[in-house]
């Protein structure tokens, strides 16, 4: 079964802090994606990766950065939290060709961050 | 903007009954049209996918997709209370390739 891990369920943090948010997937794939879910807004699209090293912007990444140094890992970075951040966040990632999105994407457990 | 549009509920039906989960989409070139379910507390996870006009049926359920009516819709026959869960949709944007969701509809199958 494919793996997609993120490093913490719950986090808490003061407006102003950095915040770093890890995805770590097992099975080799080669796109992968930060989501928010907020209710009554669905799933948005934050950032997603082709490849190492690679990143493309999706609807809404003001605030947001990314880092793929290795193909299994992709973090997402909030450089100065802000209350408007408290989301769910969803790591997916699914299988390439790099570049070609299939429609089955496998996600992570998500990370409930709150801004104070 | 791309658009995927849902009515959010909640949805609920009786047990046994056919649950039937509507999506509308902007983008005119979509070909891959997702069904994800989410449970609560839970991430989401693939259900159906459907690419051509037409029904496509896995077990108790069946994506309808209508290309020229921009809808897809998915049904639940024989409605068991397991299947109580928030329903996405997903449309694969045809020319960035990523896929757009749905705000979701939640579902509530009644015993």
């Known amino acids: 079964d494919v793996k997609v891990t993120q490093s913490s369920r719950y986090l808490v943090k003061r407006t102003g802090e950095k915040v770093f948010l890890e995805c770590v997937q097992d099975?080799?794939?080669?796109?992968m994606f930060w989501y928010r879910q907020d209710p009554g807004l669905g799933l948005r699209l934050i950032y997603f990766?082709?490849?190492?090293?690679?990143?493309e912007k999706g609807d809404i990444p003001e605030g947001y950065s990314v880092s793929r140094e290795k193909k299994e890992r992709f973090s997402l970075i909030l450089e100065s939290a802000s209350t408007n951040q408290t989301s769910m966040y969803l790591c997916?990632?699914?299988?390439?060709?790099?570049?070609?999105?299939?429609?089955?994407?496998?996600f992570g457990e998500g990370s409930r961050l709150t801004v104070l | 903007q791309k658009e995927v549009e849902q009515n959010s509920g909640p949805l609920s039906v009786p047990e046994g009954a056919i649950a039937s989960l509507n999506c509308t989409y902007s983008?005119?070139?979509?070909?891959?049209f997702f069904w994800y379910r989410q449970y609560s507390g839970k991430s989401p996870e693939l259900i159906m996918s459907?690419?051509?006009?037409g029904d496509k049926e896995d077990g108790r359920f069946t994506a309808q997709l209508n290309k020229a009516s921009q809808y897809v819709s998915l049904l639940i026959r024989d409605s068991q209370p397991s299947d109580s869960a928030t329903y996405l949709c997903a449309v694969k944007d045809n020319q960035g390739g990523k896929l757009i969701f749905g705000q979701g509809t939640e579902l509530s199958v009644k015993p």
């Open positions: 099975m080799d794939h080669e796109n």
């Open positions: 997916a990632s699914s299988l390439g060709p790099s570049g070609r999105v299939t429609g089955e994407l496998f």
């Open positions: 990766s082709y490849d190492v090293k690679m990143k």
């Open positions: 983008d005119r070139g979509s070909q891959s």
């Open positions: 459907i690419y051509s006009n």
